[in-house]
Structures are given as C-alpha cells and as structure tokens.
C-alpha cells in the first residue's frame, strides 16, 4: 500500500482537492497565507477582497463576515458554506476554504476577473446575444443545483460572474437553500428578482430560481430590473399582484417569449431549467468567448475619464418615461434582505447596506498587504494609475449596494404579503427599521414626506445609500411611506378632535365615493404600474381627507367642474357614456385592446358596490346621453344624494 | 461512459462487486510501475462510481422504486457490513462517489417497514464501529462533511445517539470542534448539538449519571480560545440548563460557585455576542430562589458592581424579553 502522499491517486481525480489549488490549511494562522491585494466590494453580509494564496500565487476572492456583527444563528452561516462546499461545478464559483480570524469569517472562493453582470452593465445594457450566451450558462448552472436539490434564492446579475475568458458562474449563495421534499417557506431574495410565490410565502421550490433568471434576462436587457422605479419593499406588494413584466422595446420575439416563458405567475406551469435549455433562444446562442466583448467593453468604459454627468445617468426628468429607461442607471439599492424575523434582525441588514467608504478594517492581520485605491472607491469612477494592471476589478459602486433580505419566519397568514393589506407589511417595514431611514431621507431631500416615495425619480434614488449613512439622525412619527392609502389609512391613530358635521360630509365624499372608485379600479391582473398609479392617487386622497378634509372636497368638485368646461373632456365623456367606478374598469380592459375607443354599452356589473344610490345614477346616467348635459352636474347630484341619506342633518 | 445505465445489475452484485473493488483504489499490482499503477486506480475509482450509482437507482429509481429489490439490496449492505466499509474508505473516492455514498447511507437509514427500521437495528445490534467512523470522518476534512451528514441521520434516532452519548468517543467532540477548520469545526459542533438535545429524557439521564465527566469536557469548549467555539458553547450550555428535562442537572450546575465565576467573567468579555449568551447562564444563578450560600455570597459581595453593570448592559438591544429579564435581574441583587 502507497504511504506516500496524502493525496492519494484516486481522490486527485476528483474536481476538488487537486494539488495546487488554493485552499487554506488549517493551522493556527491561516490568514497569513493569503495576501489581501483590495477591496472589491460590499457584498450581502460581508467585504469581499481580492487576495493572493501566497504559496501558489494564485489570486482569490476573499469574503469577510464579521460574525460578532451578524444576530444570525453560526450554524446557518455555516450550512450556506456546506451546501457551497458540495458544489463541484463549472458553472458555480468555487469553494476553497474557510477559518475565523479574531471575529471575522473569512470565505476564500474562487476569483472571477470579469467580474459581475451588474458591473459589466454599467457601460451599457447587453446586446440580445450576449443575453443569449449568459442565459444559457446560468441555465446550465442552475440546472445543476436544482439536480443537487439546491434552490440558489437570489439569482440576480451581481450574483453572475465572468472569467476573464467569459466564462459564466454563478456567486453568492448567502442564501441558497437546500431542497428537501417538501415546499419552503423562508422570505428570502431581493425583491425586485423575486417569484410572486416567493413573496406570498406560499411554499415555492426550484421554479422560483426560474423567475429569476427572467428578470435577471430583462436586466441585462434593460439595464435595471422591472419596476426599478419603486421603492424595494413596494416591489413586495407589487409583484404578485400585477401581472408579470413583459420585455418591452426592440427585441426578437424569441427572446421575449423566453422571457415570458421564464415570468409565468403559476411555477407549476414555468419551465424547468432542462425545458429552458431547450428553447430556440438558447440553442441559438454563441460560445462563451464571445462575452469577452462585455468584459472589454467595460474596461474601455473605465478607461474614460469619468465624465461628470454619466453617460447613462441623465439628469432629472420631468416624467417617467418607461420605455425609454434602459438609459436610466438606477441607484437603487437592490438590496437582498436578509433577516431572522419579521420583527427581527433588519437592522442588522440595514447595517450591511451602508457603502463601507472609509472603514478599513484590516486591523486583524498586521503582516497583510493591503492597497485599497480608497479614492476610485469614493467616487465610484476611476481606477487609480497605478492599478492599470487590473481594470477588471469588480468594484461596486458606492451608491449600489446589493444585499439580501431574509425573513425567517413561517408567517401564521401565508397570504400576509398578498393580503393586500399592506398595512401589515407596512408594519413590518417599520419594525424593521427600515421606516427610518428612509423616512429621514426623503425628508431631508424634500422637507417633507412626499406622497409616494415612488413618485419622484433621479434625486431619491440617488440619495437612498447616502440616507442609510444618517440612520439615526431623527426619530419618525409618521408611519412607512409604502403602502397604498387604503390599507395604510388603518393604521392612522384615530382623529383626536371631533370633526365638525360638515367635516363627516366631506370625509364621506372620499371614503364613500372616491376611495371606492379607486379600488375597484385596481385588477389584479394589471400592469404593475397601473396598479400603482392608481395606489399613489388613493394615497393622495387618503392623505389629503386628513389634512384638510373640505381640499379634497372641492377638488373633487374643481374636477367635475373642470370637466364640465372642457369641451374636449365632455365630448368624450358624452361618448363614452360612463364615468362610473365600474364602468371605468370596463373601459379599462377595452383600452388595452382598442384604444382610447370607448364602447356604448351600457354594461351592469354585477358586484356593484354602489347599492342604494347606484341605480338613481342609472337613471341619471341614461338622461345625460338623452340630454348630453354635462355628467359632472349629475355625479354631483348623485353625491349629494348619498349623503343626504347618510346625513340627512348636514346637507337639508 | 454509456455503458453505465444499459443493464440493471442485481443488488448482490453491485453491493459485492463495490465491496471488492474498494481494495483495489489503494494500489494496483505491486510493483508496476506507476503510471500503470494510476491507471488501475483510475479504473478502480470509476467502478466504485459506477456501482454506487447502481444502489443509488435503486434506492431513489428512476419511477417507482421496487420494494423486493431494496429488500434484497438492504440485506447485502448488512450481511457485508457494507455501510461501514464505505465510511471507512470514503476519503479514497471521488467528489461524487461520497455525495452518493452519503445518499445511499441516509436512505437506508431512514428505510421503514412498519415500526422497524431495519438499518437502524443492524447498526445497533451489530455494528457500532459505523456510528463511530462517522464521527471520526471529522478527523479527515476532505470527508468531514460528508460524513458529518451521515452521523446527522443517525443521531435522529434515539438508540444511535444514546450509543454515541455513552461511549468514550463522544469525548472526542470538542478535540474534533477545536482541531478542525471553520466549517468542519461547526459540523461537528452541530452534531454535538444533536446528541445533547434531540433525545432529551435520554440525555437527561446521562447528563444526571456523568456529570462531572460532561461538564469537565464540555467547559473546555467555553474556555475556548476560538470565538466561534465559544459563542456556540455557551448558547448551547444556557439552551441545555434552561430545558426542563435538565432540571437536575441545571440545579447542580447553579450550585456551583466555579461556574457562576465562569460566567461573571464572560459577561465581561470582549464580545457583545459573549457577553449576551453568558447572560442567559448567569440569570438562571440570580434567579434561583434557593441560592446556595457560596453562590449568595459572591453576588452579595459584587451587588453594587453587578448593579452598575446590569443597569448599562446591552441597553441598545429591543428585546423586550431580555429587558424584562434584565430587569428582573437588578430587582433580585437588589435584593440581596
């Protein structure tokens, strides 16, 4: 029998264990035999380093975790690293070794030069064949962790990586889970990525990752993720209730039908990675060299000065013009929440979003070398002179955070997320600790808290990473700006004062009338924007009844008015022959399909919720098209009338 | 490679041809020269693959798996002793090989008919090494989690863990917890973790009978010099005295004043994380209602310290329950 070496034929066959890769050996100092060479960034529980293995000189990513800062559980960390551990393919970055130094978990894995999609994305969105090329590879990637029973949860272009040569991998598996039979249930991901069922915590599996991937597709596209322009947590409220997103804009219809094979609400009915792989967009797709144009690309980008104004960041507009947004570079935080509990550790995650600028934190290993380019850091642009050896570095800018937000708590209501009660996400938003800082921001960008943080564009964004740096700084009353005026309006502390009668009139106005109209005008099945256009709006009003009751009043009444002095307004009225809640949801959907053209047809919708008043409107109805008397002289009418019934004292 | 799936082999063959062949990964012919030599090996290695996935399809198939063919396949594995034979060698095979092998084992263990669980109570009844080399897999860190997950199914059931609890290796956790890497460090801990708190009347017994030998072993864990090792220690030593099984065992470690200096010290620690699970330990001293004298007079002697330091302990943290406790905590020295 051979005594000699320990590594013994049989097991060098094997992908790991090879000699003369760069795994640490455990000794009492295993942090000396790695070289940190600088900072690439701030990854989702951790700083990420490049670094030497000072024996084989090879270069690797060294991950540090500062578990003395992390509430979670070590075991969990742990378990994150052994299903890594049992990866051994070529499309998921690879698992050398980890130790602790002092309070600090360090992860060395392999290192990419190309570095991630996100980064490669800021020169620019990718062509469609480069999307072909990165589909197909992470489809070969995620085909093999779902055969190992592997969900990754977080599928995402920061989480994709490239070899100097193209190659495609797969990263950061903070939050990949192992599959066992049954269906899971922890909240986990990055919301703009994540599958409806993944939000409504309704059990998911393996199809979640293919959701993913289809957002992940339109990124790459696009430059951002659908609905980039929300706030994160409004993205958790959206996605399960609009419809999936749609690649818009000038792509091959194959390539959209991969995407929308990937966006299928039901994950019963999504294709597996197998079935993907067999879709003419990908079969089509080149080799992997190609991907080095990305990588190229980039670095001419770097290469640039910087220019003051990005080139893909122009400056503020006055309207958010979807279709055109592939130029817009959001400064998002896209962050991959992770927490313990609802009510848990979020906080904790908040803290790992903060941009590490000036924290140097190399304090545990004296003999490391360590040349962190702390100004092209700042400034997110440029790369030092001196390092013009590594243009590729994956560097993340400071604005850009990506983190992951987990909850792990089986909720007792699975459905609490699509309830559609955002009052209790809003809860937990707040309870989280996130209300604050954003609270704290958007006051300070506007002096005071706008209607919806949504509604205005380039300058919160912006400030959202520098907001996380003034945690602390105020404490907030008002609750968590996300949620529609609806369902945040139960929340409200009841009103102190006795409202005059007048008042309760006015009140009613918009809680009888307009807050009624409003909701039944969101579908289910609309686009995520419409459904939250109209949420801003029940917002404004919900807002506005509280403040100043008799405002809203008249402009409902200005509104109405206004309709009746505008002769292009009433002509069209008088054509379309309904202004009523329901007959506006019908018109809706007949929009879709022709146009602004409005049918005639005087459809009864069953689920009328105006009982009483509803069909004397009919009627009045009916005589404005007899009549082609202005429709706004009727609602009004008709308004009066139902508060007449209701408060036959006000208005007599 | 095709030639892998084209005939279903019988489970006596695949099991005795995996047996047999396993020998043969060590060396070829003696003295051949060595590239030949790999070649054997390399051979050997990929029967050993190939038989394992052989077991593998019939143990989780393709379809329905065939009821005859597992029974039959079950009782090759035990009249070879096959389930220790591959934990013996699993440092020899390939990456795949041990996923497989670590696949093979836990469906086997978790094998039912009826009540019984035949796999089980052959490792009871006759083969006890195989609890044994799993855990010693730790001493190897190629395998170490491979067979970390082996040694987890069989820690689920309780006569397994009670073996492993009694014996002399499980003195061997904390060597393995405090010798090995990161990851390999925490698997074993989890194991630990296991043993002493799935089966929890059982290991209240044990714990009762061998106290001072476990508390003697496991304070060496607490005094650890790895952080990691001791935050862990200690959360599972307050997890341990607070379960009511251990109601006992709870009594006499709070009786003792070594114990309560431990811990007086840890609250001092460096480490916020430390200083938190040591105050889940020291509550339970305060709060005991029948303080012995030793321990009285220790926090007698430190009141006004001690209140001092509760007052500004932790204050950032929003844990209601901790609050309350902490509170609770000055109101009882307060009182002393």
């Given at each position: 029998m051979s005594s000699s070496p320990p590594v013994s034929p049989v097991s060098s066959l094997g992908a790991r264990g090879a000699p003369g890769d760069p795994y640490p050996v455990s000794s009492s100092s295993p942090a000396t035999q790695y070289t940190l060479l600088e900072k690439l960034g701030t990854g989702s529980f951790g700083v990420v380093y490049k670094a030497m293995h000072n024996e084989t000189k090879q270069i690797v990513a060294i991950k540090q975790i500062d578990l003395e800062d992390s509430d979670d559980d070590i075991l969990e960390i742990q378990q994150e690293i052994a299903s890594l551990a049992q990866c051994d393919s070529e499309y998921v970055t690879r698992y050398y070794g980890s130790f602790v130094v002092a309070y600090k978990l360090w992860i060395v894995m392999e290192y990419l030069a190309g570095g991630s999609c996100l980064d490669l994305l800021k020169a620019g969105p990718f062509s469609e064949p480069h999307i072909a090329v990165i589909c197909r590879e992470l489809l070969y990637g995620l085909d093999y962790l779902h055969t190992e029973g592997t969900i990754h949860r977080d599928i995402k272009a920061a989480n994709v990586l490239l070899s100097a040569t193209g190659r495609v991998k797969l990263a950061d598996f903070g939050v990949a889970a192992q599959l066992t039979s049954t269906l899971r249930h922890t909240f986990v991901g990055t919301p703009f990525w994540m599958a409806p069922e993944v939000i409504r915590q309704a059990g998911y599996d393996a199809k979640a990752d293919m959701w993913s991937l289809g957002i992940t597709a339109i990124e790459m596209a696009k430059g951002e993720p659908p609905l980039a322009e929300y706030h994160p947590m409004r993205v958790l409220f959206l996605i399960p209730k609009a419809k999936p997103p749609v690649l818009e804009g000038n792509f091959s219809p194959v390539f959209k039908e991969f995407v929308s094979l990937c966006l299928t609400k039901d994950p019963t009915k999504r294709l597996t990675a197998k079935e993907l792989l067999q879709h003419r967009f990908i079969k089509g797709a080149k080799k992997t060299s190609y991907l080095t144009e990305l990588i190229e690309r980039y670095q001419e980008y770097h290469a640039q000065p910087p220019p003051k104004v990005q080139v893909y960041q122009p400056t503020v507009r006055g309207t958010i013009n979807w279709e055109n947004n592939d130029t817009i570079r959001s400064d998002w935080n896209f962050d991959t929440m992770k927490s313990t509990s609802v009510m848990g550790t979020f906080k904790s995650a908040a803290k790992d979003v903060v941009p590490e600028i000036e924290g140097d934190d190399l304090t545990v290993g004296d003999q490391l070398v360590y040349e962190e380019d702390q100004e092209s850091f700042d400034t997110g642009g440029a790369i030092k002179g001196s390092t013009v050896t590594d243009p590729t570095a994956i560097r993340l800018n400071s604005h850009v955070t990506h983190s992951t937000i987990r909850v792990n708590t089986v909720p007792q209501d699975r459905d609490f997320l699509n309830a559609s009660t955002s009052s209790q996400l809003d809860a937990s938003v707040e309870s989280m600790g996130l209300g604050t800082p954003l609270q704290d921001g958007l006051t300070e960008a506007f002096g005071v808290p706008p209607v919806y943080s949504g509604s205005v564009r380039s300058e919160r964004r912006s400030s959202y990473a520098a907001r996380h740096k003034t945690t602390g700084a105020g404490i907030i009353k008002q609750e968590a700006d996300l949620g529609t005026s609806l369902d945040t309006s139960k929340g409200h502390a009841p009103l102190k004062r006795r409202r005059g009668e007048s008042e309760g009139a006015e009140m009613a106005m918009v809680n009888d009338v307009v807050l009624p109209v409003l909701q039944n005008a969101i579908r289910d099945d609309m686009d995520a924007r419409e459904i939250e256009a109209l949420s801003m709006i029940t917002r404004g009003f919900t807002d506005l009844r509280e403040v100043n009751p008799a405002l809203s009043y008249s402009v409902i009444l200005d509104i109405l008015s206004g309709i009746n002095e505008s002769p292009v307004a009433r002509q069209h009225i008088q054509t379309a022959c309904g202004i009523s809640p329901h007959k506006r949801i019908i018109r809706k959907s007949e929009m879709t399909a022709n146009g602004l053209v409005v049918t005639e047809v005087q459809e009864d919708v069953p689920d009328l919720p105006m009982d009483s008043s509803a069909s004397a409107f009919e009627k009045t109805d009916d005589a404005t098209q007899a009549q082609k008397s202005p429709i706004a002289e009727l609602l009004y009418t008709r308004w009066l009338e139902g508060l007449r019934i209701k408060w036959p004292s006000i208005l007599s | 490679m095709n030639f892998f799936k084209t005939k279903p082999r019988a489970p006596p063959d695949l099991v005795r041809g995996?047996?047999?062949?396993?020998?043969?990964?060590?060396?070829?012919?003696?003295?051949?020269?060595?590239?030949?030599?790999?070649?054997?090996?390399?051979?050997?290695?990929?029967?050993?693959?190939?038989?394992?996935?052989?077991?593998?399809?019939?143990?989780?198939?393709?379809?329905?798996?065939?009821?005859?063919?597992?029974?039959?396949?079950?009782?090759?594995?035990?009249?070879?002793?096959?389930?220790?034979?591959?934990?013996?060698?699993?440092?020899?095979?390939?990456?795949?090989?041990?996923?497989?092998?670590?696949?093979?084992?836990?469906?086997?263990?978790?094998?039912?008919?009826?009540?019984?669980?035949?796999?089980?109570?052959?490792?009871?009844?006759?083969?006890?090494?195989?609890?044994?080399?799993?855990?010693?897999?730790?001493?190897?860190?190629?395998?170490?989690?491979?067979?970390?997950?082996?040694?987890?199914?069989?820690?689920?059931?309780?006569?397994?863990?009670?073996?492993?609890?009694?014996?002399?290796?499980?003195?061997?956790?904390?060597?393995?917890?405090?010798?090995?890497?990161?990851?390999?460090?925490?698997?074993?801990?989890?194991?630990?973790?296991?043993?002493?708190?799935?089966?929890?009347?059982?290991?209240?017994?044990?714990?009762?009978?061998?106290?001072?030998?476990?508390?003697?072993?496991?304070?060496?864990?607490?005094?650890?010099?790895?952080?990691?090792?001791?935050?862990?220690?200690?959360?599972?030593?307050?997890?341990?005295?607070?379960?009511?099984?251990?109601?006992?065992?709870?009594?006499?470690?709070?009786?003792?004043?070594?114990?309560?200096?431990?811990?007086?010290?840890?609250?001092?620690?460096?480490?916020?994380?430390?200083?938190?699970?040591?105050?889940?330990?020291?509550?339970?001293?305060?709060?005991?209602?029948?303080?012995?004298?030793?321990?009285?007079?220790?926090?007698?002697?430190?009141?006004?310290?001690?209140?001092?330091?509760?007052?500004?302990?932790?204050?950032?943290?929003?844990?209601?329950?901790?609050?309350?406790?902490?509170?609770?905590?000055?109101?009882?020295?307060?009182?002393?």
């Open positions: - | 995996l047996r047999d062949v396993i020998p043969k990964l060590d060396a070829g012919p003696s003295g051949a020269e060595s590239r030949r030599k790999i070649w054997f090996c390399y051979q050997a290695s990929e029967e050993v693959s190939r038989n394992l996935q052989g077991i593998k399809g019939i143990l989780y198939g393709d379809g329905e798996p065939i009821p005859e063919l597992i029974a039959q396949l079950a009782q090759e594995t035990y009249s070879t002793d096959l389930l220790l034979i591959l934990l013996q060698n699993m440092h020899k095979f390939d990456f795949e090989s041990r996923k497989d092998v670590v696949q093979i084992f836990n469906n086997l263990l978790r094998r039912q008919i009826g009540n019984r669980l035949p796999t089980v109570e052959y490792i009871c009844a006759r083969r006890e090494d195989v609890i044994f080399s799993a855990l010693a897999g730790y001493g190897n860190e190629e395998i170490a989690l491979n067979t970390g997950m082996i040694l987890r199914e069989m820690l689920k059931h309780e006569q397994l863990a009670k073996i492993l609890l009694y014996s002399d290796q499980f003195y061997m956790f904390p060597h393995y917890i405090e010798t090995t890497s990161f990851g390999v460090s925490c698997d074993s801990f989890a194991n630990l973790k296991d043993t002493l708190t799935r089966h929890k009347s059982m290991v209240a017994e044990y714990l009762d009978k061998n106290y001072d030998r476990f508390f003697n072993s496991y304070t060496t864990l607490i005094l650890s010099n790895n952080y990691v090792t001791k935050r862990q220690s200690l959360k599972l030593l307050g997890e341990i005295l607070l379960d009511r099984a251990n109601f006992n065992v709870m009594t006499r470690y709070i009786a003792q004043d070594a114990n309560l200096k431990m811990m007086m010290n840890m609250l001092r620690d460096k480490s916020k994380n430390i200083q938190f699970e040591a105050f889940h330990v020291f509550k339970v001293f305060v709060a005991n209602p029948k303080k012995p004298p030793q321990i009285e007079a220790i926090l007698r002697r430190n009141k006004e310290k001690l209140l001092v330091f509760l007052k500004n302990f932790h204050n950032d943290k929003e844990d209601e329950q901790f609050s309350d406790e902490k509170q609770f905590l000055i109101v009882q020295v307060q009182n002393l």
